[in-house]
């Protein structure tokens, strides 16, 4: 295979042996080496909405970096979540964001009907929260959170492990 200048922007090409602008389809234009392959890798992503289609670090805007696949994807692996903060595909979401499952995606707010509460230990949306905590949801719009202890104006409510304006019959203020 021969050596390529990149001076002409062309990549080796192992199907026609030549140098190439413009990699044959299913095969992307790896710039470190000049040449034309099938599979990126390392830390490189198949990106196909570059011109042309390359191996890139960084995958383009509305596609995510799927370390399973080593594709650029506009969705992730299954048990991945997007992370648009570096367009990458993420087991667990980074502090300050939640796992969705209803859209795979992390986000700073649940907004799904189906899970609506932002569960700060487990970094997740839920459908409810977890470990002894009290949903909290302060209006009728989806964007709940779960709280050790609710927030002042609101009492603890232990039969719904809910946060609550009035208190529970049975129960003091």
């Known amino acids: 295979m021969q050596i390529c200048p990149a001076a002409y922007n062309s990549f080796a090409d192992p199907v026609s042996q ?9 095969y992307y234009a790896d710039n470190r080496e000049r040449k034309c392959i099938q599979n990126c890798s390392n830390i490189y992503y198949a990106d196909s909405l570059t011109n042309p289609p390359s191996c890139v670090a960084i995958c383009s805007s509305l596609t995510y970096a799927d370390p399973l696949t080593f594709k650029c994807s506009t969705s992730c692996s299954n048990n991945y979540y997007a992370y ?3 367009n990458t595909c993420v087991q667990f979401c980074p502090y300050g964001f939640y796992a969705d499952p209803s859209s795979m ?3 700073t707010q649940c907004t799904s009907a189906s899970y609506q509460y932002a569960d700060s230990l487990t970094h997740t949306c839920s459908s409810s929260c ?4 009290f949903s909290h949801k302060p209006s009728s719009s989806f964007n709940g959170s779960c709280v050790r202890s609710c927030p002042n ?3 603890s409510s232990p039969t719904t492990m809910s946060c609550v304006t009035k ?6 203020g």
């Not at 190439?20 to 389809?25: L, Q, R």
């Not at 208190?167 to 003091?172: E, I, L, T």
């Open 84 to 86: 648009s903060g570096n």
């Open 18 to 26: 030549k140098c190439v602008t413009t990699c044959p389809s299913t």
């Open 167 to 172: 208190c529970p019959n049975g129960y003091f």
């Open 105 to 107: 995606s992390c986000k």
């Open 153 to 155: 104006g609101y009492f």
């Open 130 to 133: 977890s470990n002894q905590q």
